[in-house]
């Protein structure tokens, strides 16, 4: 089955030690987005590559990095985790950005920062 | 700025009738979606709407009025699986998704 996959489902890290999650997709859309997500709250969004084209939110903080190396995959890098990027990360994928097309989203890597 | 309105919690019972409401105002349109989230887990796509009217898919309905920045989604004959956050989601003028902050819904026996 075509699928957008996240690993891992849980990540535990400590404060100020880097952590990168990954996502991978099978679906070959070519839209991938990366979101924070805390209890109760709206999705953030962080970033998204149409294709290669990287696209960072203006209030994404500069500790949040992320690569696309391929259609495929796409990684979220934390350089120095700290208690409030405790949340849940959500990659999700389109087709297209343009209207009609609805995202599809991964399981979610829950963070935990100790 | 742009902001998505949607009750924050709602209960239900099994069986019955639920709508749940959605006010937004957004720079641009291009579509509004719904969007149904389990505790702990990921969104998934429910409906999409692009123009006035109603659009039914089994025992959910969604519905929007551009005029008035609104959106509501019906669900029917509620099932208790169908306890979750309930999220809309509005395509801005450069087709990034606003979100609101989801309608948890409660549904009892």
């Known amino acids: 089955d075509a699928m957008v996959i996240q690993n891992p489902r849980y990540q535990v890290t400590q404060f100020g030690k880097p952590v990168t999650l990954s996502c991978s997709q099978t679906?070959?859309?070519?839209?991938m987005y990366w979101y924070q997500q805390k209890s109760s709250q709206a999705p953030k969004l962080l970033f998204h590559?149409?294709?290669?084209?990287?696209?960072n939110e203006a209030d994404t903080p500069d500790n949040f990095q992320s690569r696309r190396p391929n259609t495929s995959f796409c990684f979220l890098d934390i350089r120095s985790p700290g208690l409030g990027d405790a949340a849940m990360y959500l990659c999700?994928?389109?087709?297209?950005?343009?209207?009609?097309?609805?995202?599809?989203f991964g399981p979610g890597t829950r963070l935990t920062v100790t | 700025g742009q902001n998505i309105d949607q009750p924050t919690e709602m209960t239900a019972t099994e069986g019955a009738i639920v709508q749940i409401n959605c006010t937004y105002q957004?720079?641009?349109?291009?579509?509004l979606f719904w969007y149904q989230q389990h505790a702990g887990e990921a969104p998934t796509f429910l409906s999409y709407?692009?123009l006035d009217g109603l659009e039914e898919k089994g025992r959910f309905s969604s519905f929007l009025s551009r005029s008035k920045g609104y959106s509501y989604l019906l669900l029917k004959e509620l099932q208790m699986k169908d306890s979750a956050s309930y999220l809309c989601?509005?395509?801005?003028?450069?087709?990034?998704?606003?979100w609101g902050a989801g309608t948890k819904l409660i549904i009892k026996p």
């Open positions: 590559y149409y294709d290669k084209d990287f696209n």
């Open positions: 989601a509005v395509k801005d003028s450069n087709y990034q998704l606003i």
């Open positions: 709407n692009v």
């Open positions: 999700a994928t389109s087709r297209e950005s343009a209207s009609s097309y609805e995202q599809y």
């Open positions: 957004t720079s641009g349109f291009n579509g």
């Open positions: 679906l070959n859309h070519n839209v």
